[in-house]
């Protein structure tokens, strides 16, 4: 038990210094490691298979919709770039550049791409003749490259793992509907899989993507009262389009330009489940994503008979759940404590005593819970629980969102619960991003999250300047 009390102690609590407990759950349940490239990080087999799950579950819900993947180029001619102004200005700052090609100069720069909206621009040009080829929806699994000054495993890598979808449309109004079909798509996988629920909304002017016409967000709480901006979906009308030169002859037989779409989510989505779900012992995984969801554990396993039921029983419940039997030298104790780390959502334990009585007993990973089992009925109670971890884990980031989201209908209150609160800020805005720009600089970076789908009336005026309010806007600090 030695061995047991030192790996908790050794993850810094999460009251006394989050982002020191969050590095911490990052390195010792070995989800990543840090390369020689400042933000370039090496997913570990732990980490990685959280993503694969990730990745298996989104795109089967992204091909439910129609949408087919495909591959684009890592690389982009900086003439190509440059063919969508706003969006060149919105990526500049962040972009790599690559200058020479095994020992000749390039005569044209390649950036590494921070996104892909223009190589499936030059793309659908090609492809696209008439309404007949229309739509066109596609998303890549990729990494992409943005360098960021300040980095953070998951958070803000300088290269970092995402899809992007981007789909081409016959019609406006065909093209808006994808965007928030997608969006619906997300909200559904972070509460049905990640169990993590969120504000969802339009992301103000001031806030938009660079060249998008409209950007909404999903935004999930952080324990510690932070925001983050879990995924986002765009419509971009026909402005790349048109700069791209992409038309199509249409069912009246005139040329028009496609409207656009693009969505994403990343393996920042990892970051939210640590910092949503995570206690001082270690991660706890949501049963659909955990790489292993079910830890079988001998007691006494030098004894005759144990490790055999233990292999009788991987062997069943490797049917329905990932499961790790753990048969090492380890003491138990070292064993209980590994797999909290790890987050893994049911501990099976079986020794001499539960093999008498033809029982095992299940541990739960977010309430510590004992439940005693019959053999027979493993299946089924372990399925059971699996679910009853899923609901309280929701529920649970639910209430702390809940208690973390507070209402100012004054500029005093507003600054104050921005200096002193943390969480999410309700208060109405004027529409004026000099009252976004003035909010973020007396606060110390409270910013517009989104302006929720179903907004209330919390006052007349702009909490800011006191001019006619246009909308209620979710505030708060991000990562």
């Avoid at 010792?28 to 933000?39: H, M």
């Avoid at 016959?170 to 969120?198: C, G, H, N, Q, S």
């Avoid at 409207?259 to 994403?264: D, F, K, L, N, P």
Wanted: negative net charge.
């Amino acid at each position: 038990m030695a061995n047991n009390k030192k790996m908790v102690e050794a993850i810094t609590s999460r009251d006394e210094d989050f982002a020191k407990w969050y590095t911490d759950i990052v390195k010792k349940a070995e989800l990543i490691d840090y390369s020689s490239v400042k933000g370039c990080m090496v997913f570990r087999p732990y980490g990685y298979a959280i993503w694969e799950n990730i990745q298996k579950d989104m795109d089967r819900r992204f091909k439910e919709t129609g949408v087919e993947n495909v591959y684009m180029p890592m690389f982009i001619p900086e003439g190509l770039l440059q063919k969508e102004k706003d969006h060149v200005e919105g990526f500049a700052p962040e972009c790599a550049w690559v200058t020479i090609g095994g020992q000749e100069k390039l005569t044209e720069r390649l950036v590494v791409r921070p996104t892909s909206e223009v190589l499936f621009c030059e793309h659908y040009k090609k492809v696209v003749e008439t309404y007949r080829d229309l739509p066109k929806l596609y998303n890549q699994w990729c990494s992409v490259v943005r360098w960021e000054k300040t980095t953070r495993p998951f958070l803000r890598n300088s290269e970092f793992l995402w899809q992007e979808g981007h789909t081409l449309h016959e019609t406006a109004e065909e093209a808006k509907e994808e965007t928030l079909r997608m969006l619906k798509v997300y909200e559904d996988f972070y509460r049905e899989t990640l169990a993590i629920p969120a504000v969802v909304g339009e992301k103000t002017e001031k806030e938009r993507f660079a060249g998008a016409e409209a950007t909404y967000t999903i935004e999930p709480m952080m324990h510690n009262g932070v925001a983050l901006q879990g995924g986002t979906s765009h419509y971009f009308g026909d402005g790349f389009a048109k700069a791209f030169d992409i038309k199509f002859q249409g069912r009246d037989n005139k040329l028009h330009n496609p409207h656009q779409t693009s969505w994403g989510v990343s393996t920042r989505m990892i970051g939210a489940i640590i910092m949503v779900h995570g206690d001082d012992d270690g991660l706890i995984l949501p049963p659909k994503v955990s790489p292993i969801q079910v830890a079988l554990i001998p007691i006494a396993q030098h004894k005759e008979g144990v490790l055999e039921k233990a292999g009788e029983l991987k062997d069943r419940l490797s049917k329905k759940f990932r499961v790790k039997l753990d048969d090492s030298d380890h003491a138990p104790g070292w064993k209980f404590s590994e797999y909290e780390m790890k987050g893994v959502p049911v501990r099976v334990e079986i020794g001499p005593k539960d093999i008498e009585k033809n029982q095992c007993v299940i541990v739960r990973r977010d309430t510590r819970e004992k439940i005693f089992t019959p053999l027979e009925s493993l299946e089924e109670k372990i399925e059971e629980v699996l679910q009853l971890i899923h609901d309280a884990m929701y529920e649970r980031a639910l209430e702390n969102m809940k208690e973390k989201t507070h209402v100012a209908t004054t500029y005093d209150e507003f600054v104050e619960l921005g200096k002193e609160q943390g969480g999410f800020i309700k208060a109405m805005w004027c529409g004026d991003s000099e009252c976004e720009d003035k909010l973020k600089e007396v606060t110390g970076g409270v910013k517009s999250r989104c302006i929720p789908f179903e907004e209330e009336h919390l006052a007349d005026t702009c909490v800011c300047c006191g001019k006619p309010a246009k909308h209620m806007v979710y505030w708060g600090k991000q990562y």
